[in-house]
C-alpha cells in the first residue's frame, strides 16, 4: 500500500498568515493527490484534485502544488472559516489511501 | 444539485451485521463509481472499497474484505454496504463519497455505527 505522511500535525495561524501543509508519498504517485478539509461533525470536502486543479467553489486561497512523492498546500490568508482538519489521498492505485490529516486553528 | 443521503445512525449488538444505505441524486447513478471511507473515532480516514453501479463490479480494501460487502440497486439509486461480525473496532463513521475519477468530489452525511452490548 502507498503510505501517506502528513506534516505537521498540527499547527495554528493568525489571521492573513500563510499557511503550508505537506504530504508525503511512500512512492511516485503522479500528480494523483487530492486534498480535503474536514470541518469537526461534517464529512470532508474537496479543496484540490489532479496536485493543484481547485474544485469548484473553493475560494481561490487555496492552492495545491507539487509533484512525484512530495505535494504541499497553501492557504495564502488564512480566515477563520479555514480552521479544521486537513488530508491528503492518492488515487493512484488502490487501495486509496489518506494522511492522518493536520489539525489547523485560529491563533 | 448532487446529494448523497445515508441511512441513519446504528447501535448494534457485537456479532451482529448492519447494513447502511446511500441514496444518490442529482446526476446518473451510473455513470459514477461509488466509494465507501471509514473514520474511527478521533481518527483518520481508510478506504473500505468501491462499487462500479453500471456492472455491478467491486473492489475491496484487502483490509475490509470479508468485513464489508457493497452492493447497488440502480432502481432506487442506492449505494449499500453491510457490515459484518461487527466488534468494537467497528465502531466509527461511515461514509458514502462519489468519484470524480480516482477523488472524491461528494460525500454523504456519514452513518455512525456504534458497536455495543
Known amino acids: 500500500d502507498i503510505q501517506m505522511t502528513q506534516s505537521p500535525a498540527s499547527l495554528s495561524a493568525s489571521l492573513g498568515e500563510t499557511v503550508t501543509i505537506q504530504c508525503r508519498a511512500s512512492?511516485?504517485?503522479?500528480?494523483?493527490l487530492a486534498w480535503y478539509q474536514q470541518k469537526p461533525g461534517k464529512s470532508p470536502q474537496l479543496l484540490i484534485y489532479?496536485?493543484?486543479s481547485l474544485q469548484d467553489g473553493v475560494p481561490s486561497r487555496f492552492s495545491g502544488s507539487g509533484s512525484g512523492t512530495q505535494y504541499s498546500l497553501k492557504i495564502s490568508s488564512m480566515q477563520t472559516e479555514d480552521e479544521g482538519v486537513y488530508f491528503c489521498?492518492?488515487?493512484?492505485?488502490?487501495?486509496?489511501?489518506f494522511g492522518a490529516g493536520t489539525k489547523l486553528e485560529l491563533k | 444539485e448532487v446529494k448523497l443521503q445515508q441511512s441513519g445512525d446504528e447501535l448494534v449488538r457485537p456479532g451482529a451485521s448492519v447494513k447502511m444505505s446511500c441514496k444518490a441524486s442529482g446526476y446518473t447513478f451510473t455513470d459514477y463509481a461509488m466509494h465507501w471511507v471509514k473514520q474511527s473515532p478521533g481518527q483518520g480516514l481508510e478506504w473500505i472499497g468501491t462499487?462500479?453501479?453500471?456492472?455491478?463490479?467491486?473492489s475491496y480494501n484487502q483490509k475490509f474484505k470479508g468485513k464489508a460487502t457493497l452492493t447497488a440497486d440502480k432502481s432506487s439509486n442506492t449505494a449499500y454496504m453491510e457490515l459484518s461480525r461487527l466488534t468494537s473496532e467497528d465502531s466509527a463513521v461511515y461514509y458514502c463519497?462519489?468519484?470524480?475519477?480516482?477523488?472524491?468530489?461528494?460525500w454523504g452525511q456519514g452513518v455512525m455505527v456504534t458497536v455495543s452490548s
Open positions: 512512492e511516485d504517485i503522479y500528480s494523483g
Open positions: 489521498q492518492q488515487g493512484l492505485k488502490y487501495p486509496y489511501t
Open positions: 462499487i462500479i453501479p453500471l456492472i455491478d463490479t467491486t
Open positions: 489532479g496536485a493543484s
Open positions: 463519497a462519489r468519484e470524480g475519477s480516482w477523488y472524491f468530489d461528494y
